[in-house]
Structure formats: structure tokens, C-alpha cells
């Protein structure tokens, strides 16, 4: 059973292996979508194989679309080079449940796959020709958030973005640079319209996507590299939109345990590849069954009938508010909260956390009884059946190798949006007390404990990577299980760094609780459990 075009002709193998295959016309829907692309992804990972080229498929399926997808990327070549093109941008989805069947499904809506490479003049002169159709009505993003960002992490340009102002859109090397000369080859075929939709996890994501490109519009056009009237293109929201959405699905990395069990299938040529820019990518995604994505309803071209596959369209303030309740309340702070526990108390995967029953209420509190009282119901969404769904089918899910060492990844950057807005809306209210929040400062302890890179155990383990790393870790560096004094001087600093909390800890009358939890987890090795058990 081969993943490519002839492969999947024989049509038996697959489906009494279990799998399912497309159900179109994959020929004609390829001629048709080279003909009149309607749609094109930026970012071919695994969030979009699993999620928006499943979407695609479904209603390819259901007739309800007779085009496909053209996927590009842009930061690692090679995942086009040596996964998507040597498979004839097939793919499988293991959709992983958690009443523990799996679902094999064969994603073939992905009809063409391109570098982003203005150096490769066959790939980026395809690319220009999709910008230049009148049928495209979505250009969308999966990329993650650094990727719009322009500048390094001293917020000075990158240089890659400082040769693109300079020389213009003819041959640009940074990513958005690149995004802004195809939609530059839009505006010269016609000014024709277009939706620019960031469907990355990150506030306001439409604004950042919006942000990176008028600045290449906007410095090309003064400095005469581009014509005039591209800036006013890509500030007319007739013209060019750059909607905000909320996406919620969990995709992990490729899993032994799912390669293996394709393989016993009988799928061959599986092997996943470490690319040079340490990608891991392999010929199949697994997945949760759960998903999410809203998109506020602004797309100057129209767009096709994609609330038919479960993609919610709506207001701005409503996505707004699906995304405060997501990602400051009801998922994003639970996933936080397992990930520095399950480091410090030697878990491999997040879904045991959740029978530590310690754990389970350490996270049902943080999102029942701490964060909800602040949510704003979205009215698209039920705030209360969103963290049922997560707290008992999503984080429990046994068959979902999602790990806390992934999830700690880049904490420092989190907490503000994850606890810190929660914080600032106790203090806001009128009606809640700063002071009744005890398990968010539980967390903020945790976190400060995990940074001494030793688990409960007294073991050192690799703390997660982290742009911050460098500048918390030498507060904590002096610090040994068993020894206390001083250490609320030592710690202060980070305490009292509102960019790192949303707010300072001291401020806000914190400080000395999360202060009191940590003396309490450094005072021998077990101490982090008996905390826990004494205050969850």
C-alpha cells in the first residue's frame, strides 16, 4: 500500500485495511482547482493536514466543493521536497478518540504543493500566477506567531526584512516579505480582492498577519519600489481583509505507536524525516477529534460554503471573545498548569496527569472555579461545555501522545495571557477579590520550581526551550532542596515582572503566596507533591 497516486488506485487494500479514501474525482478536481485556485495555505504542517485539508476533503466528499487546496511552504523547504511531493501531496489523518478508535482517513484535497522560494522560478512564477487569478478569495496561515514578527528579539530588523525594504518585491528572502510581494503581484493584476486569514494560535492574529505586510507596502511604496496605491490597497478592507480567527485542535507530533500501527496496516514508505531545520515531519498526522476554528465573516471575493464542514463564521468581538475564553480561561491555562506539574513530578504524557487526582483538581479549579466566574459567553460557544469537553474528553484522551515537556515549551511567554488577564479581571471587578485566587499562584510556584531544573525527585531534568531562560533561570540557579533562606530576595525580580505575569505579583498582593507555596516546594524532595495535596 503505497501513499501516492498509483497507491491509492487500488482502492480495496485501503479500505479493508480500514482506511477512508477520497470520494471525488481527485483528477478533476486537480484541473479544476489549477484552473480557478479558490484557496491557498501558507504553512504545511501538521495542524493544517489535520484540520483545514480535512475540512476540504469532507466537503469535497459531500459535492459541497469541487476545488481542492494549494498548499506553500515557506520556513523548511524540505517538508514539500521530501513529504508532500514524493507522496503526490497525500497524506493520513489518524484521528485519535477517546473511546479508543481510530480513524484512518487518506487526505488527498491537497491538489498542489509549492515551495515559497523566489529563487526556485518555477514554484514562486506558480505562485504568482495564483495571486494574479480573480477566482482566489483565502490566503491563509498556519505559520506560527514569530513568524509575522519583523524583528529579532532585541526588536531590532531581521536582517532578511532589512534586504527586502531595501531592494523591493522582485526577489524577497524573508517570509512576509515574500507574502507581500505575491499580494503585490495581486494589486498589479487588477487590485483584485482577496481575504489574508492568520489562522495561527495567537491573539489578534489578523492584526499581526495585517501589521507585517503594510510595513513592507508601506516602506516599498516611499522608497518608489513599488507603485503607488498598494499601501491604500492593503488598508481597503473591500479590497483586502485580514480577518481574526480562533483555532483549537491538538495535532503532537508524529507518534511511534501510530507509524507502527500503519505499518501493520501494510502502508509502506512511513519513515519519518528530521529535516535540516529539525522539522519532524512524517506521511501521516495524528490527531484529537476535537476542532475548532472561528473566522470573523470579512472576505471581499466571497468564500465558499466552509460552515458546511464545521468552520464558524461570525463578528469580530465574538471571535474575540472565543479566543479570551480559550486561551485565557477554559484550555490554555489547564494545559499550562499539567505541563509544569507533569515536568516536576516525572509524567510522560498529559493524559496520565489526569488520573493524579491531585492534578484533575488542580485543573478543574483553575478552570471552574478560578478562571469561569471571568469568561464572557461568546453566545457561539458554551464557556462551561468547552472546559467539560476539555477536562473529560480532550486532556484525559489516553490515545493522544501529547507530552507537558511540549507543552512547557516557552512558558515565559504564556503566563501573561493565561493567568494574567484572569488576574487583571478579579481586580477590575467589583464583585471578586484577588486574594480568593489560590491555585493560579499554585501554578506561578510551580513554575518557579520547574525553573531549578530538578523534578521532585531531586533529579535534574532538560528544562523545555524558552527565550527567557537565560535571564529567570540565574535567580533560582543558587537555590537547593533543603535551603530557604533568602530566597524571597532572590526571586523578587521575577515576581515583580508584569511582562512575564500580565502583572506584578507585589502589586496585585501575590507576591507573598506564591513566595510561601514555593519555600514550601523547596524544602525537600518530595515537597512539591505534599504542597500540592495540602492546598489542591
Known amino acids: 500500500m503505497k501513499l501516492n497516486n498509483a497507491g491509492v488506485q487500488n482502492a480495496k487494500e485501503w479500505l479493508d485495511a480500514g482506511y477512508k479514501l477520497p470520494e471525488y474525482d481527485r483528477e478533476a478536481v486537480t484541473k479544476k482547482t489549477k484552473e480557478a485556485p479558490f484557496w491557498i495555505h501558507f504553512g504545511a504542517g501538521n495542524i493544517f493536514r489535520a484540520f483545514q485539508a480535512n475540512v476540504v476533503q469532507n466537503l469535497l466528499n459531500e459535492g459541497v466543493l469541487d476545488r481542492g487546496l494549494i498548499v506553500t511552504e515557506g520556513y523548511d523547504y524540505e517538508i514539500i521536497e521530501k513529504m508532500y511531493l514524493p507522496h503526490d501531496s497525500y497524506s493520513i489523518l489518524a484521528t485519535l478518540k477517546a473511546d479508543g478508535n481510530i480513524e484512518k482517513t487518506v487526505i488527498g484535497s491537497v491538489v498542489e504543493s509549492l515551495v515559497l522560494d523566489s529563487e526556485n522560478d518555477t514554484h514562486y512564477g506558480r505562485l504568482k500566477e495564483i495571486f494574479e487569478q480573480d477566482s482566489l478569495q483565502m490566503v491563509s496561515f498556519t505559520i506560527t506567531e514569530k513568524g509575522y514578527s519583523l524583528v529579532d528579539g532585541k526588536g531590532a530588523l531581521l536582517s532578511s526584512v532589512e534586504e527586502d525594504f531595501a531592494k523591493g518585491p522582485k526577489k524577497p528572502v524573508s517570509y512576509i516579505g515574500k507574502v507581500a510581494s505575491l499580494l503585490y503581484t495581486r494589486f498589479l493584476a487588477g487590485a483584485k480582492p482577496v481575504a489574508m486569514v492568520s489562522m495561527d494560535n495567537c491573539s489578534h492574529n489578523g492584526d499581526k498577519l495585517y501589521d507585517a505586510i503594510h510595513a513592507f507596502a508601506k516602506t516599498w511604496e516611499e522608497k518608489g519600489l513599488a507603485e503607488k496605491g498598494f499601501t491604500a490597497y492593503v488598508n481597503d478592507k473591500n479590497k483586502v481583509?485580514?480577518?481574526?480567527?480562533?483555532?483549537?485542535?491538538?495535532?503532537?507530533?508524529?507518534?511511534?505507536?501510530?507509524?507502527?500501527?500503519?505499518?501493520?496496516?501494510?502502508?509502506?514508505?512511513?519513515?519519518?524525516?528530521?529535516?535540516?531545520?529539525?522539522?519532524?515531519?512524517?506521511?501521516?498526522?495524528?490527531?484529537?477529534?476535537?476542532?475548532?476554528?472561528?473566522?470573523?465573516?470579512?472576505?471581499?471575493?466571497?468564500?465558499?460554503?466552509?460552515?458546511?464542514?464545521?468552520?464558524?463564521?461570525?463578528?469580530?468581538?465574538?471571535?474575540?471573545?472565543?479566543?479570551?475564553?480559550?486561551?485565557?480561561?477554559?484550555?490554555?491555562?489547564?494545559?499550562?498548569?499539567?505541563?509544569?506539574?507533569?515536568?516536576?513530578?516525572?509524567?510522560?504524557?498529559?493524559?496520565?496527569?489526569?488520573?493524579?487526582?491531585?492534578?484533575?483538581?488542580?485543573?478543574?479549579?483553575?478552570g471552574y472555579v478560578e478562571g469561569l466566574p471571568v469568561v464572557i459567553n461568546p453566545g457561539i460557544l458554551d464557556p462551561k461545555e468547552f472546559i467539560d469537553t476539555v477536562v473529560n474528553v480532550r486532556i484525559p484522551n489516553p490515545f493522544m501522545p501529547d507530552t507537558p515537556q511540549r507543552i512547557a515549551t516557552d512558558t515565559s511567554q504564556k503566563l501573561a495571557i493565561r493567568f494574567g488577564e484572569t488576574i487583571k479581571a478579579y481586580a477590575a471587578s467589583d464583585k471578586l477579590n484577588v486574594s480568593s485566587l489560590?491555585?493560579?499562584?499554585?501554578?506561578?510556584?510551580?513554575?518557579?520550581?520547574?525553573?531549578?531544573?530538578?523534578?521532585?525527585?531531586?533529579?535534574?531534568?532538560?528544562?523545555?526551550?524558552?527565550?527567557?531562560?537565560?535571564?529567570?533561570?540565574?535567580?533560582?540557579?543558587?537555590?537547593?532542596l533543603g535551603e530557604n533562606a533568602d530566597v524571597e530576595e532572590k526571586i523578587k525580580p521575577i515576581l515583580q515582572n508584569s511582562k512575564i505575569f500580565g502583572v506584578d505579583l507585589y502589586e496585585v498582593g501575590m507576591a507573598d503566596l506564591v513566595c510561601s507555596y514555593f519555600k514550601e516546594m523547596i524544602a525537600a524532595p518530595g515537597s512539591v507533591r505534599r504542597t500540592l495535596e495540602k492546598y489542591v
Open 241 to 366: 481583509s485580514f480577518p481574526w480567527s480562533m483555532i483549537d485542535k491538538i495535532t503532537p507530533r508524529p507518534d511511534a505507536s501510530v507509524e507502527e500501527m500503519l505499518m501493520k496496516d501494510g502502508v509502506e514508505q512511513l519513515e519519518p524525516v528530521i529535516t535540516s531545520k529539525n522539522t519532524y515531519v512524517a506521511p501521516f498526522v495524528n490527531a484529537e477529534e476535537c476542532e475548532y476554528l472561528v473566522i470573523e465573516d470579512a472576505f471581499p471575493n466571497g468564500r465558499p460554503q466552509l460552515e458546511k464542514g464545521g468552520i464558524m463564521f461570525t463578528e469580530r468581538e465574538t471571535v474575540d471573545k472565543v479566543e479570551k475564553m480559550k486561551v485565557c480561561t477554559c484550555l490554555n491555562p489547564l494545559h499550562t498548569s499539567l505541563a509544569v506539574y507533569g515536568c516536576l513530578l516525572g509524567y510522560d504524557l498529559i493524559s496520565k496527569e489526569m488520573k493524579d487526582e491531585t492534578l484533575k483538581k488542580l485543573v478543574e479549579g483553575v
Open 438 to 480: 489560590k491555585l493560579i499562584p499554585l501554578v506561578f510556584a510551580g513554575w518557579l520550581r520547574y525553573l531549578m531544573a530538578v523534578d521532585d525527585e531531586g533529579n535534574a531534568f532538560e528544562l523545555s526551550p524558552d527565550p527567557l531562560l537565560s535571564e529567570v533561570c540565574p535567580y533560582v540557579e543558587g537555590i537547593k
